[in-house]
């Protein structure tokens, strides 16, 4: 994914210091600010093993400058839109990281203050909302950069979390025997059925790893080998 | 969706305006700090809108009086679990917004440079991990906080209602049974700790219904009686 992220004259260095680490956390390397506030200690020390993507940012004078080269432009809004024309649509940041990105990506994200103002948005591809409480909807600007840019490379990152999921084999024999033990130690035919869908459902809720659904599997065994 | 954020020993007060701040972005109120830095007008700055969410934090010295009157205790970690014993598998963000939460929930996180300990995390019944660039993988505090509760606001509105919570007394029960089956057959304390952790992860992670969790016990009741 070649993603670009575009601060419009950011106001607040602790944001922009904020950005660039939260862009290094999610793989992210490209910032470019459109006429930034100016940029010292507060932004370095929030970037914090970012850094070097602070560094790297490019300073330019104008969106157009900002987006050139890129083949689509993603814009970013806390406001709902309805009186524009053409009415803005937006797509959730979940929708935009299940989208086949491809060429070179801008993601412009507006002022603390005023957010990108509506002769921007027009000239966006689409725009993205994060949805939010109606009571409170405005995010600080780098938590706005921190959920898009977790939508985008979620998918991609999410193997890094998880172990191995359990194989189908492997539930099914951890099916079998708590089966079996069902059936040693209820009479009743309507309570056998019973107590083995639960189980079912629990460890079907449980979303179990193969490692915990091994020693399940293991635990099943041993009662069995007892009763 | 009743959920408690629990900042354990914040250091950076800016951290703990900004996590007000998301708070109040998606619609959670409930926040308790662990023995926290002192908070001043950083901390009131950062919270913008969120100022009541601030206002309304309660102050505790110990996790103990910060998860009390909690049925369910979920830590958060930015590390992979790999070097404790039993190895913890975490689950993403994405899967804990998909999950069926009911009862009082405690949302932990840890300390801006140390994280959650791995004593507490041992006493959670599972730990949220986001996917992030193995290079960095360390959030911000207050970014770590917006991505998790952006996941369990996203489908707020589209939950269905389900059943009654297991009660933290029958989970109790549940768990002290879970203890005795495996007493009777396991030999070596290290792979009974092990099983024992594992069960309890798992019942943990399912979300057990009050209905679900009767049935759980009945089940270990019986295998009880005939072991």
Redesign the interface.
């Known amino acids: 994914m070649d993603i670009r992220v575009v601060l419009m004259h950011p106001q607040e260095e602790?944001n922009v210091g904020?950005v660039a680490?939260?862009m290094?956390?999610?793989?992210f390397t490209e910032l470019y600010l459109v006429s930034p506030c100016s940029l010292g200690r507060r932004a370095e020390a929030?970037a914090?093993?970012?850094l070097d993507v602070l560094a790297a940012a490019k300073t330019v004078p104008s969106l157009e400058s900002a987006i050139s080269g890129c083949d689509i432009i993603i814009g970013t809004t806390g406001k709902k839109g309805g009186h524009q024309t053409p009415k803005r649509e937006a797509v959730?940041p979940?929708q935009l990281g299940g989208m086949d990105l491809r060429g070179r990506v801008a993601l412009l994200f507006g002022n603390e203050a005023h957010g990108l103002p509506n002769e921007v948005l027009e000239k966006t591809d689409f725009v993205v909302r994060?949805?939010?409480?109606p009571?409170?909807?405005?995010?600080?600007l780098?938590?706005s950069v921190?959920?898009i840019l977790?939508e985008l490379?979620?998918r991609r990152?999410?193997?890094?979390?998880?172990?191995k999921p359990l194989r189908k084999e492997e539930r099914e024999q951890l099916d079998r025997f708590a089966g079996e033990?069902?059936d040693?130690?209820?009479e009743q035919p309507h309570q056998k059925r019973?107590?083995h869908s639960?189980?079912n459902?629990?460890?079907?809720?449980?979303?179990?790893?193969a490692?915990?659904g091994g020693?399940?599997i293991?635990?099943y065994r041993?009662?069995l080998?007892?009763?």
Do not use: D, W
């Open positions: 602790e904020s680490r939260v290094k956390n999610f793989g929030l914090s093993h970012g959730t979940e994060i949805p939010t409480n009571k409170y909807p405005i995010l600080n780098a938590q921190c959920i977790y490379s979620k990152l999410t193997k890094t979390v998880r172990g033990i069902i040693k130690i209820y019973l107590v639960t189980l459902r629990v460890s079907g809720k449980s979303m179990l790893t490692q915990e020693r399940m293991s635990f041993k009662i080998r007892k009763l």
